[in-house]
């Protein structure tokens, strides 16, 4: 192993010498981007490792998010013009670090900031390792592109994408990042306004992990993304079976998301989300792929402090309520189930508008469901959306049979729940099926606020939810089909457990096991005091 102390003015040419072995070491400074690191393969024993051992070390473009915004809405528009959703996916690998035709690198205690469109780019990297790393603003903080990129552990990181306090969860409207003229009404009527060179903010139009085409084995855990427009979004594009594989993120905290905080795109398969924590997020998890095979959620929990942004123009109104589940129109037969169990959520949002998810299994789940004061302050917000709506594309499917979607076990508190809905259409929602108050310790029903954060989602001695839940039956591709992963019935429903006189704990769920791709083989050598 060789040592190199490296200083901003020495950093890329370290980089162009760097061999298997090598241990970079960057002294505290500026760095001004960009930066990369080509064509070196490293082994599972001899890796590249590019880390700080003392704060300071800050790589960045020094480009503050106001001084890059007019840039920004100028590319966005251009797609625009040419009938292309506006963005900056197209600049993707302008990146203030790249990583490109790589084997075997570890990225560990650096900072990168003031930096556009993206901080780290892995192109044709694998077995890749990025740790205890800090990302201050960015359209993308991690962006990781091509087939070949493969196993990509990312622990201990953090996010804030905006460092001006509200600015994207609570004082822009939605449609100033995301919306676009090109998406039009039933009659061809624009949803949106085009973009706006002088008042959008197109660059934040990003993802804490964006991939797009890569074979997957991406796992993100202990990581904190907040202030920011979306966190994890894997594209599939081609749709190829062997691509968007083997997503694992758990114990992580996501709060004021102003979109998405998972979103699988096309086809994906094996994507488990399971044991985070989730504050003011618009939306919980966009599921609209085509094809969506084994993907799991569970022992997550999920509240509200606050309202999201909207225009005041009610022409460009309508994203400020959210919703926790992001439902495709349309979509082929189930080619694996989506499980969605043991999550314990607090949402004055719809919880499942509309559209369908093909196989989907959600069972002893605890929602409870707060007035929905964004909108209409007498009103708890809707289960399935609105029943009644002539346009079955306007709610949630009633063909529960034919898609295979299951609902049993859940306690909701909302009084269409369940039987309501069942006269409604919704007859298949099975027969453990509560409504009732879960009694959250930590919460107030009557002010409908919250109490104590700490225990907000532990459950009162008297709970309906205690012991109630119903066996889980789990087929997961690793296991022979007679012989599931198998949940005996009597545990809590919902997120915590309080089996015993210990404190209460998370549900665990089964083992997470990759299909193809797991962790990297890099051996990591230790931080050196």
């Known amino acids: 192993m060789r040592e190199v102390t490296v200083g901003p003015g020495t950093f890329q040419n370290a980089l162009d010498q760097a061999k298997p072995g090598d241990v970079l070491i960057l002294t505290p400074g500026r760095y001004k981007s960009p930066f990369g690191l080509s064509r070196v393969h490293g082994s599972a024993r001899a890796p590249v490792v590019i880390e700080a051992r003392e704060p300071g070390a800050i790589i960045t473009q020094e480009a503050p998010a106001d001084a890059y915004r007019r840039e920004a809405n100028t590319t966005a528009k251009g797609l625009e013009d040419r009938r292309r959703y506006p963005g900056l996916y197209e600049r993707m690998e302008e990146a203030q670090l790249a990583v490109r035709d790589c084997r075997h690198v570890v990225i560990r205690n ?25 990302f201050l603003d960015g359209t993308f903080a991690i962006a990781a592109l091509e087939p070949q990129t493969k196993r990509i552990l990312i622990e201990g990181c953090r996010w804030v994408q905006d460092r001006v306090t509200n600015r994207i969860w609570g004082d822009t409207p ?84 102003r979109d998405n905080v998972l979103e699988p795109e096309r086809r994906a398969a094996n994507w488990w989300f399971h044991h985070n924590h989730l504050v003011d997020c618009h939306k919980t998890c966009s599921l609209t792929t085509r094809h969506n095979a084994f993907c799991l959620i569970f022992s997550n929990t999920q509240h509200f402090r606050s309202i999201q942004s909207d225009s005041d123009d009610p022409r460009w109104s309508g994203h400020r309520s959210g919703g926790i589940f992001k439902a495709p129109k349309k979509q082929t037969m189930p080619s694996g189930p989506t499980y969605v169990f043991h999550n314990s959520l607090i949402t004055r949002s719809d919880y499942l508008r509309k559209g369908l998810i093909p196989g989907l299994i959600h069972a002893n789940n605890v929602v409870l ?142 083992a997470y096991q990759a299909t193809k791709w797991g962790l990297p083989t890099t051996v990591v050598p230790p931080v050196v005091a």
């Open 369 to 510: 469901h707060a007035t929905d004061r964004a909108q209409t302050p007498s009103r708890k917000p809707r289960v399935f959306g609105n029943p009644a709506n002539p346009q079955p594309t306007q709610r949630f499917t009633t063909e529960w049979g034919r898609y295979e979607i299951v609902f049993d076990g859940d306690v909701q508190d909302h009084p269409d729940w369940p039987g309501t809905l069942r006269t409604q259409g919704y007859g298949d929602i099975g027969t453990n099926a509560l409504g009732a108050d879960p009694r959250f310790l930590g919460w107030d029903r009557a002010q409908e606020r919250i109490i104590d954060e700490a225990t907000l989602f532990h459950l009162h001695t008297g709970s309906p939810c205690r012991d109630r839940a119903i066996e889980l039956e789990l087929k997961l591709p690793w296991l022979d089909d007679d012989d599931p992963w198998i949940s005996p019935a009597g545990a809590d429903v919902g997120a915590y457990q309080h089996a015993g006189p210990g404190a209460p704990f998370l549900f665990q769920g089964p």
């Open 110 to 134: 650096l900072t990168f900031e003031e930096g556009w469109p993206t901080h780290l780019l892995l192109k044709m990297a694998r077995d890749v390792t990025i740790q205890d790393c800090r």
């Open 174 to 257: 939605w449609y100033r990042v995301h919306g676009t003229k090109l998406s039009v009404d039933e009659n061809g009527v624009p949803l949106y306004p085009p973009v706006d060179i002088d008042n959008d903010w197109r660059q934040f139009d990003g993802d804490f992990f964006r991939s797009s085409g890569i074979a997957g084995g991406v796992t993100i855990r202990h990581c904190a993304i907040s202030d920011a427009f979306n966190a994890i979004h894997g594209f599939n594009n081609g749709g190829r079976v062997d691509r968007n594989l083997d997503f694992h993120v758990h114990d992580c905290t996501f709060e004021r998301i």
